[in-house]
């Protein structure tokens, strides 16, 4: 069974552009996740969604943001890019919302994004 | 406000020694831990969980102690092998809400 796969893997983009991010859940996963991992920040919640529908949403500014598709895939989008949001974006698929009761995130690879 | 921390930003053991990672909470509402491994270039994987309802699990060389008086719980790794040298994230979880992570901390064990 493939993983989750995140591309692209390496991104460098400018102050002012704007980036996609995409993540494909592993297979029968409904629940995507997205967070931002920074040395001195950690691991960030960005957002989550399940069934096309975002069911959380972390405290980022409005730059940020994402959608999920009808076959689970997800998609973050930010705009305006700015130097702070340099940073490893990490996407994890899990069978529904949460993680209690043994519904375990898969976590992918993460885009590391590079804004100069 | 951070709500799950981390307060050693690494540890240094030998092997076959006792790995003992800390983690610390202020929401009384989180109803499960969790902790997660991170390899350089790798997504963060799932070691192992807690419940809030309990106070220990143990699965192999590793077990999470919750201590919900004190809002803290650690992770044990006994015997510590190189290759559990990793970044080892805490993790706590409120039904309806998002997984909170702390920031981390860096084992390093030598041999």
């Known amino acids: 069974k493939a993983g989750v796969t995140q591309t692209p893997r390496y991104l460098i983009k400018t102050r002012g552009q704007q980036v996609t991010l995409s993540c494909s859940p592993i297979s029968g996963h409904r629940s995507v996740s997205w967070y931002q991992q920074t040395p001195g920040q950690g691991l960030q919640f960005l957002f989550e969604y399940f069934s096309e529908t975002q069911r959380n949403k972390g405290n980022f500014p409005g730059r940020f943001s994402g959608r999920q598709f009808s076959n689970s895939r997800s998609e973050m989008n930010v705009s305006t890019l700015e130097l702070g949001d340099s940073a490893l974006y990490l996407c994890a698929s899990s069978l529904a919302p949460g993680v209690a009761g043994g519904n375990e995130q898969f976590f992918g690879p993460g885009t590391r994004l590079t804004v100069l | 406000d951070q709500q799950v921390k981390q307060n050693s930003p690494s540890l240094s053991v030998q092997e076959g020694r006792i790995s003992i990672l800390n983690c610390d909470y202020t929401?009384?509402?989180?109803?499960?831990f969790l902790w997660y491994k991170k390899y350089p270039a790798e997504g963060p994987t799932f070691l192992i969980s807690i419940s809030s309802i309990k106070d220990k699990n143990e699965d192999g060389r590793f077990t999470v102690f919750l201590n919900k008086s004190a809002k803290h719980l650690s992770l044990h790794i006994v015997p510590s092998q190189p290759g559990d040298s990793a970044v080892y994230f805490c993790?706590?979880?409120?039904?309806?809400?998002?997984?909170?992570f702390g920031k981390g901390t860096t084992l390093s064990v030598s041999s």
């Open positions: 929401n009384s509402m989180f109803d499960y």
């Open positions: 993790a706590a979880y409120q039904a309806g809400t998002a997984l909170i």
